[in-house]
């Protein structure tokens, strides 16, 4: 792993992002992904995969493998099942935590979860969740599983850290990471109506993206839904909003390269 030295903001509109559409899919792609390749964008710090994803009732990704990759989920609006090889089942929902550790091998599908519910009006709507990729430490760690309800936490407000490697997080994480350099927190703010406002913690690496609502950065202006800003040797900034928003930190103290 190597760090870099030089300041920088980088703002990524969410227009702008590759997608991938299918009757069943809306992706849109904050990196290469799959056959929408650019050289000058395959990942930041160590997140490579920054998805979101919209599915169809009654729809899914079906069961393929995944290799050492560290892979967390979380869910906007609906519900996802997860099922996986070694016996791992779940259904992921919002405010619930979810983190996949490929390592050797690991075989998975995720559906709308209303495939398997009774199909009424209620449960007949698409699932809107975010998926990211990070690397791990090491190559070859035993494939796991963990998900976490985090909903109280994230009502009290600030920025919560949902997963993470980092030590100084230990005490504070809810689900624990292979990336000893990484953590995701996730803020909801302004749910209650009034302005809310939370620091960026400082770090080689950080990836901002908003999930949903608008959301005002100090230094960069007004980000919306599915904007996202990338910023190296930075942080600190205040992100204020006004109305209910929802964002998702990547902290990074290393990124792909020679160790």
Same mark, same amino acid.
């Given at each position: 792993?190597s760090?870099?030295?030089?300041p920088h903001?980088?703002?990524?509109?969410?227009?702008?992002?590759?997608k991938?559409?299918?009757?069943?899919?809306?992706?849109?792609h904050?990196?290469?992904?799959?056959?929408?390749?650019?050289?000058?964008?395959?990942?930041?710090?160590?997140?490579?995969?920054?998805?979101?994803d919209?599915v169809?009732?009654?729809?899914?990704?079906?069961?393929?493998?995944?290799?050492?990759?560290?892979?967390?989920?979380?869910?906007?609006?609906?519900?996802?099942?997860?099922?996986?090889?070694?016996?791992?089942?779940?259904?992921?929902?919002?405010?619930? %935590?979810?983190?996949?550790?490929?390592?050797? $091998?690991?075989?998975?599908?995720?559906?709308? =979860?209303?495939? /398997? @519910?009774?199909? +009424?009006?209620e449960?007949?709507?698409?699932?809107?969740?975010?998926?990211?990729?990070?690397v791990?430490?090491?190559?070859?760690?035993?494939?796991?599983?963990?998900?976490?309800?985090?909903?109280?936490?994230?009502?009290?407000?600030?920025?919560?850290?949902?997963?993470?490697?980092?030590?100084?997080?230990?005490?504070?994480?809810?689900?624990?990471?292979?990336?000893?350099?990484?953590?995701?927190?996730?803020?909801?703010?302004?749910?209650?109506?009034?302005?809310?406002?939370?620091?960026?913690p400082?770090?080689?690496y950080?990836?901002?993206?908003? %999930?949903?609502?608008?959301?005002?950065?100090? $230094?960069?202006?007004?980000?919306?839904?599915? =904007?996202?800003? /990338? @910023?190296?040797? +930075?942080?600190?900034?205040?992100?204020?909003?006004h109305?209910?928003?929802?964002?998702?930190?990547?902290?990074?103290?290393?990124?792909?390269?020679?160790?």
């Amino acid at each position: 792993m190597s760090t870099l030295t030089t300041p920088h903001i980088d703002v990524h509109r969410g227009g702008d992002r590759m997608k991938t559409r299918v009757s069943w899919l809306d992706s849109k792609h904050s990196f290469s992904f799959g056959e929408h390749y650019d050289p000058d964008n395959t990942h930041h710090g160590l997140l490579l995969v920054n998805n979101e994803d919209i599915v169809s009732p009654g729809q899914g990704f079906e069961t393929h493998p995944h290799r050492d990759m560290e892979i967390v989920t979380w869910v906007l609006g609906g519900s996802l099942v997860h099922q996986d090889s070694l016996g791992h089942s779940g259904v992921i929902y919002p405010g619930l %935590a979810q983190r996949m550790s490929a390592g050797t $091998g690991i075989l998975h599908s995720e559906k709308n =979860d209303s495939w /398997r @519910l009774d199909h +009424s009006t209620e449960h007949d709507q698409p699932v809107h969740f975010v998926q990211m990729w990070v690397v791990p430490d090491e190559p070859s760690l035993e494939p796991g599983y963990q998900q976490l309800e985090i909903d109280d936490e994230l009502a009290r407000g600030g920025l919560v850290t949902v997963a993470s490697g980092l030590p100084r997080y230990r005490d504070r994480t809810a689900i624990a990471i292979g990336s000893s350099h990484s953590a995701l927190h996730v803020a909801r703010l302004a749910d209650s109506g009034e302005t809310e406002a939370i620091d960026l913690p400082d770090a080689p690496y950080l990836h901002l993206f908003v %999930a949903r609502g608008e959301v005002e950065m100090e $230094g960069v202006g007004p980000l919306y839904a599915g =904007d996202a800003v /990338r @910023l190296t040797r +930075s942080g600190g900034q205040l992100v204020t909003a006004h109305g209910p928003a929802e964002i998702l930190v990547w902290e990074m103290h290393a990124r792909l390269g020679s160790k």
